[in-house]
C-alpha cells in the first residue's frame, strides 16, 4: 500500500518518505479501514518534529484523525461493518500505523460510523478538534440557557466549540485576534465577538453579561488568560482547558477561585476515560445528524504533498483544519 512515513524525528522536509509499505491486517477485534481522508493535526506536527520525545517506533506512519470505509474485519467483529463509512480517533496515539496511508487496521471502536450527509474531509475533523471541542463543552452536560466563553474561537477547535455551545442552547462569547477570525466565529453563531487584541475582554463581557460572568470557559491558553479567566467566571462555574502554551506553568490564584467554587478541567482528548468516548462519540454523531456542525476545512493535499501539509501547520498561518486526500 501506499503510505507516509517517517523513521527518524526532524523537520519535515527531512524525515517524511512517501512510498509503498505491506499492507496491515485486521486482528481480532479489528477492523480494516480504506482511508479516503486523513487529518492534519498540531500534534501530528510536534511529535514527528521531536517536541514529544524520541521516536516511539522504528517506522511511524502519521496521523491520528481520518475518514474512510471499511475493507475487511477481524475475528469477533460483526461483517456487516464491511462498507461502512467510518471516522477515526487515535489511529496514531500509541500506535506505529496512522492515518496517512492507504490502509490502517485498528480496533474495531475506533472507527466509528459516519453520519449520512458527511463527507470524509469531514471525518478527518472530527478525532482531535471536533473531539476535544465537546469534552470541553459538554462534558458535564447541557449548557441550555447558560453563557459561555469560547477562546481562540476562530482556530480548529474554537470553531466546533462555538457551534456546539449553540447546538446545546447556549449563548456563546468568542474571543479572536482579528477580523478574518471574528469573521470565522461569527459564522459559527457567536453572540459576542471580542478582539483581545484592542478591546476590554473583562468589560465587554461584564457589559455583555449585567456583570454575571460566563458559567463556563473553553480554554485553549489556560496560563495565559487565567487573569482574565478569573474575573469573568461566575461562582461555582467551570474552566476546561486544553493547552496552555504561552504560559506553560502558570501561577495559580488558588483563593481567588476557590472562593468563587471554581472547578478547573484540565484534560488530554487522547486518554478520556472510555464512558467519556462513548460520550463524545455519539454526541458528536448527534450534532451531525442534527446538521448543528459546519467544518472548516482550510486546505487539501495530496499525499505526495504530505511534506507541504505539515509545513503549512507548522506556519501557525491557517485557520481551519488541514486534510490529506489519500
Known amino acids: 500500500m501506499k503510505a507516509a512515513w517517517y523513521e527518524k524525528i526532524g523537520p519535515a522536509e527531512e524525515v517524511l518518505k512517501v512510498g509503498d509499505v505491506d499492507a496491515p491486517k485486521p486482528q481480532a477485534g479489528e477492523v480494516l479501514v480504506e482511508m479516503k481522508t486523513s487529518g492534519v ?7 514527528r518534529a521531536g517536541a514529544r520525545g524520541e521516536l516511539a517506533f522504528p517506522r511511524i506512519i502519521p496521523h491520528s484523525d481520518g475518514g474512510g470505509i471499511i475493507a475487511a474485519v477481524g475475528e469477533g467483529v460483526d461483517e456487516s461493518r464491511m462498507g461502512e463509512r467510518v471516522w477515526i480517533w487515535n489511529g496514531a496515539f500509541g500506535r506505529a500505523h496512522g492515518t496517512c496511508a492507504e490502509l490502517i487496521a485498528l480496533p474495531s471502536e475506533q472507527a466509528v460510523s459516519l453520519p449520512e450527509g458527511s463527507d470524509f474531509e469531514a471525518a478527518a475533523c472530527l478525532g482531535i478538534p471536533a473531539s476535544t471541542a465537546y469534552y470541553g463543552m459538554l462534558c458535564d452536560g447541557s449548557v441550555e440557557d447558560q453563557t459561555v466563553l469560547v477562546t481562540g474561537g476562530a482556530g480548529a477547535v474554537g470553531y466546533y466549540g462555538i457551534q456546539l455551545a449553540k447546538w446545546s442552547g447556549a449563548s456563546v462569547i468568542a474571543t479572536v485576534s482579528g477580523d478574518e477570525k471574528a469573521a470565522v466565529a461569527s459564522e459559527a453563531g457567536a453572540d459576542l465577538i471580542i478582539n483581545y487584541k484592542n478591546e476590554d475582554v473583562v468589560g465587554s463581557i461584564h457589559d455583555f453579561t449585567n456583570g454575571e460572568g460566563v458559567d463556563r470557559i473553553l480554554e485553549v491558553e489556560f496560563g495565559g488568560n487565567l487573569s482574565v479567566s478569573e474575573q469573568v ?3 461555582n462555574g467551570t474552566i476546561a482547558s486544553y493547552g496552555s502554551v504561552a504560559v506553560m506553568e502558570p501561577t495559580l490564584p488558588f483563593y481567588n477561585l476557590m472562593f468563587k467554587g471554581v472547578k478547573l478541567n484540565t484534560y488530554l482528548i487522547y486518554i478520556v476515560s472510555e464512558s467519556d468516548r462513548n460520550m463524545i462519540v455519539n454526541g458528536l454523531n448527534d450534532a451531525m445528524n442534527d446538521q448543528a456542525l459546519t467544518h472548516l476545512i482550510s486546505e487539501s493535499y495530496a499525499l505526495d504533498d ?17 486534510v490529506v486526500t489519500i
Request: charged share 25%; proline share 7%; hydrophobic share 35%.
Open 41 to 47: 493535526n498540531p500534534s501530528d506536527v510536534k511529535t
Open 233 to 235: 467566571i461566575k461562582p
Open 306 to 322: 504530505i511534506i507541504d501539509a505539515h509545513r503549512s501547520m507548522e506556519s501557525n498561518r491557517v485557520i481551519g483544519n488541514i
